[in-house]
């Protein structure tokens, strides 16, 4: 609440706040005339790297109608996941996610239309357009979901697996990623990564979302 | 000691099976008479015409904060919304500063209570020293200092052996163990149910399996030492069904439920709105549906409020930061009546029953009655006025009810503590 003040007492167009907390910025826009922008709340949401991701995807595809879409890692706690999810359902995306069971609760199939759960890497990607892999995030993990040395056999991308998705797959990453963790360092500076990409999209997308809200 | 006639309102009492226009006079503190017609001469007179007429409420679940955490609640402040909220009796939780774990701390609360307190209070004392779970407080000397029951409210016994102890002594001093069933490990982080909505919101989920685990262990423990076991709050679907079970089997248990775990889900935590944060938490359609449920049937026992107030600094921070609880002295009346029974899930005699007869035979009080020489204690209640809360106006010192603004049918008039008008919606 303080901090609250401190902000105001600035006399600021904007606010955009990125915070461990869950919810943090809906607790500031109930008492804040001013807009806010979610620049990643706890292990709610992301919504501009949901943005770049679709932005990064277009650079490669046609359209965001009708992907096939796999999301690999520790979806329970990545904001990431769930903006991706919202967006690209709303285009009709069919997403599978997967990852240890504790990382990927049966509820997230609940999160939006299009969107079913595997506990099986090679299933979970046959046939995708896009492989996101997410950081496996031990700052937001209380306990182990499974042994660490199992983690990469069961759960990392390989370059053997991309034979398994169709043939232009795209291999995204939110960065920063752990090479050799959730996913091998061929596959990173493989063709089919498009995660430099992601990163370049996202100074365009973020002056995008500034220039919507102050102009 | 002051003479008052309760005149012309309905008079239900659901221990003496009466239910009738009637007059109430009360002399000297207890009830004297009730009938038709009554008159008396030098007493004074309270019209309750329209209103219905019922033995004091009791809440058997309220955090007092006193001693120690004053500045969240006094006994006086808890004791001033105990008396709006139609309540004439409250049990306070042994959450204190110190905990409530010795004679002395309940001797305090107690003399405290008759120097400042509009409403009775009886203090509920701790399980183990500091309700630390290891080792047992000096239960026997805060019974005789006057405590109806034990609980480590918030910080339940995760030891069963020390459970096991603690209910046998309970036992042989025949009061009730009250428990808050978590299972702490199970619940570790979480802010909110676990379930779809924890999911969408990210937010660390509490599963109702970490209540249903305890209330499991301590049936178990109930039907090996003969103990009575009282279950706080109860939230979930399976805890309803394994009461309902172990009451067919004839084991000593019985449980309250909250208003806000009838009233609300889960689906309002979606504005992060830290005033929907308490434990357990609020959890979903179903868990709901078979609270109402077991309110219909009678597996539930007694309505209370677990009143826990909070300073406003405390609750204005992110979600997963602000502490658990929210208060509910004041609303629980204008809950039950709006969600139970003017939507036909109970008639206003079985209300009553839960605000009386139920926790006063839990608690082994001698009130909840208006039999003749019973306490003077009396809820004044009108079931259709409507009115809007003002969290604002609240008389507790906390402000951290998510029912600010929310219009009920019904809530109390007038409250009758010892035959003094207490409090009046005038």
């Keep these: 609440m303080d901090t609250l003040n401190t902000l105001v007492a600035m006399r600021p167009n904007a606010v955009v706040m990125r915070h461990a907390a869950s919810g943090a910025p809906h607790f500031l826009a109930r008492h804040l005339q001013i807009p806010i922008v979610n620049a990643g709340d706890g292990t709610h949401e992301h919504p501009t790297q949901g943005l770049l991701d679709a932005l990064t995807i277009l650079d490669r595809r046609k359209s965001l109608e009708n992907l096939r879409v796999a999301i690999i890692g520790d979806i329970a706690h990545s904001r990431v996941a769930r903006s991706d999810i919202h967006l690209l359902s709303k285009f009709g995306a069919e997403i599978v996610l997967c990852g240890p069971p504790s990382l990927v609760p049966v509820e997230l199939a609940q999160l939006a239309p299009g969107v079913r759960i595997s506990y099986d890497m090679k299933e979970a990607i046959r046939d995708v357009d896009v492989i996101m892999m997410l950081r496996v995030q031990l700052e937001r993990q209380h306990e182990a979901p499974m042994a660490a040395s199992e983690y990469f056999r069961f759960f990392g991308l390989q370059l053997e697996h991309l034979a398994l998705a169709r043939p232009e797959v795209i291999v995204m990453h939110p960065g920063p990623i752990n090479r050799g963790r959730e996913l091998s360092s061929d596959v990173a500076d493989s063709q089919r990564s498009a995660i430099l990409n992601q990163v370049e999209n996202g100074v365009a997308v973020r002056m995008a979302v500034l220039e919507r809200i102050l102009a | 000691m002051k003479s008052l006639l309760v005149k ?275 959890r979903c359609d179903h868990d709901v549906d078979a609270i109402i449920a077991g309110i219909e049937s009678g597996v539930v026992d007694a309505i209370a409020t677990d009143h826990a107030p909070h300073a406003g600094s405390e609750k204005m921070q992110e979600f997963e930061r602000c502490p658990f609880g929210i208060t509910g002295l004041e609303t629980a009346l204008g809950l039950t009546l709006s969600e139970l029974v003017h939507k036909g899930h109970i008639s206003v005699t079985r209300m009553i029953e839960l605000f009386t007869t139920g926790p006063a035979n839990i608690l082994g009080l001698e009130r909840g009655t208006l039999r003749p020489g019973a306490a003077g204690d009396v809820t004044v209640f009108d079931t259709e006025f409507e009115w809007t809360y003002d969290v604002q106006q609240s008389c507790s010192k906390s402000r951290n009810s998510p029912f600010h603004g929310r219009c009920f049918r019904g809530g109390p008039v007038a409250t009758v503590v010892g035959g003094e008008i207490k409090w009046n919606r005038e």
């Design chain 2, 8 to 282: 012309g309102g309905r008079v239900i009492d659901p221990a003496s099976k009466y239910d009738a226009i009637a007059d109430v006079l009360i002399r000297e503190g207890k009830i004297e008479a009730v009938g038709l017609g009554i008159e008396a001469a030098d007493v004074e007179v309270l019209d309750a015409t329209g209103a219905i007429v019922a033995p004091g409420f009791i809440d058997m679940h309220v955090h007092l904060r006193e001693p120690g955490i004053e500045h969240a609640e006094t006994i006086e402040s808890g004791a001033r919304a105990a008396a709006a909220g139609g309540f004439t009796s409250i049990c306070c939780m042994p959450n204190t500063l110190p905990t409530n774990d010795s004679a002395t701390v309940t001797s305090y609360i107690v003399q405290r209570a008759r120097e400042v307190a509009v409403v009775n209070v009886f203090p509920i004392g701790a399980i183990t020293k500091g309700s630390k779970g290891e080792e047992l407080a000096a239960i026997g000397s805060m019974r005789e200092a006057g405590i109806v029951a034990i609980s480590d409210d918030g910080r339940p016994v995760m030891n069963a052996r020390v459970m096991r102890r603690a209910m046998e002594l309970a036992r042989a001093l025949d009061i009730p163990v009250i428990d808050h069933c978590e299972d702490l490990n199970l619940s570790a982080g979480g802010d909110m149910h676990e379930g779809a909505e924890s999911v969408r919101l990210g937010l660390r989920g509490i599963p109702s399996a970490s209540e249903d685990v305890m209330v499991a262990r301590d049936l178990l423990l109930a039907e090996l030492t003969g103990a009575w076991f009282h279950v706080a709050h109860l939230s979930t679907k399976r805890s309803m069904a394994m009461v309902a079970f172990a009451k067919s089997r004839s084991i000593h248990v019985t449980c309250e439920v909250t208003p806000h775990h009838f009233a609300i889900t889960d689906e309002e935590l979606s504005t992060y709105d830290s005033n929907y944060k308490m434990k357990p938490p609020l």
